[in-house]
T-cell receptor, first 108, second 111 residues
Framework: AQRVTQPEKLLSVFKGAPVELKCNYS??????LFWYVQYSRQRLQLLLR??SRESIKGFTADLNKGETSFHLKKPFAQEEDSAMYYC??????????FGTGTSLTVIP | DGGITQSPKYLFRKEGQNVTLSCEQN?????MYWYRQDPGQGLRLIYY???????QKGDIAEGYSVSREKKESFPLTVTSAQKNPTAFYLC??????????FGSGTRLTVV
């Protein structure tokens, strides 16, 4: 079954420290994965998608098919990065399976 | 200014009552979705519609109903059959594989 797992519900890092939010997937085929972010009092929005290979707000994510992972990384965390992050895997009909989310807190 | 509008922002429901959550988009997106967001459970798909006058059940459709009479609108009704309706409800739309655009959500509370 297709599935997305985010093992960490909560993650705290100090400002300026590297951050990695983990995402593992289960998918038969070549997946295209997404990261969505929800800042406090804002709507959920797309952060980045695997296929675009962009760096958004300093975040990158590399698809590792061997480890079935799509971890989100940033070398130097900023306070404004504090938010809820969801990894998502598209299904037929453009549905998305979402992970349970990781709440990131960047400590000043 | 294109986007998705959900209303109301907060909604209170009495036991045994049906309530309808509104979702309107002016993005000309074909596909629309309803998700339920609960703490620690992520987003779970309730219903989705890929085209006008057609919709499909998601993973947790029991106790909910939808309609898609217009491309712009995808209202969700939470019926009295939904045993645990208190949650945050998110509507989304997409044109294709570029990802979702989300509404700002409706928080439903049973009183």
């Amino acid at each position: 079954a297709q599935r997305v797992t985010q093992p960490e519900k909560l993650l705290s890092v100090f400002k300026g420290a590297p951050v990695e939010l983990k995402c593992n997937y289960s998918y038969s085929g070549s997946p295209e994965l997404f990261w969505y972010v929800q800042y406090s009092r804002q709507r959920l929005q797309l952060l980045l998608r695997h296929i675009s290979r962009e760096s958004i707000k300093g975040f990158t994510a590399d698809l590792n098919k061997g480890e079935t992972s799509f971890h989100l990384k940033k070398p130097f965390a900023q306070e404004e990065d504090s938010a809820m992050y969801y990894c998502a895997l598209p299904n037929t009909g453009n549905q998305f399976y979402f992970g349970t989310g990781t709440s990131l807190t960047v400590i000043p | 200014d294109g986007g998705i509008t959900q209303s109301p922002k907060y909604l209170f429901r009495k036991e045994g009552q049906n309530v309808t959550l509104s979702c309107e988009q002016n993005l000309n997106h074909d596909a629309m979705y309803w998700y339920r967001q609960d703490p620690g459970q992520g987003l779970r798909l309730i219903y989705y519609s890929q085209i006008v006058n057609d919709f499909q059940k998601g993973d947790i459709a029991e106790g909910y109903s939808v309609s898609r009479e217009k491309k712009e609108s995808f209202p969700l009704t939470v019926t009295s059959a939904q045993k645990n309706p208190t949650a945050f409800y998110l509507c989304a739309s997409t044109r294709g594989e570029s990802g979702y655009t989300f509404g700002s959500g409706t928080r439903l509370t049973v009183v």
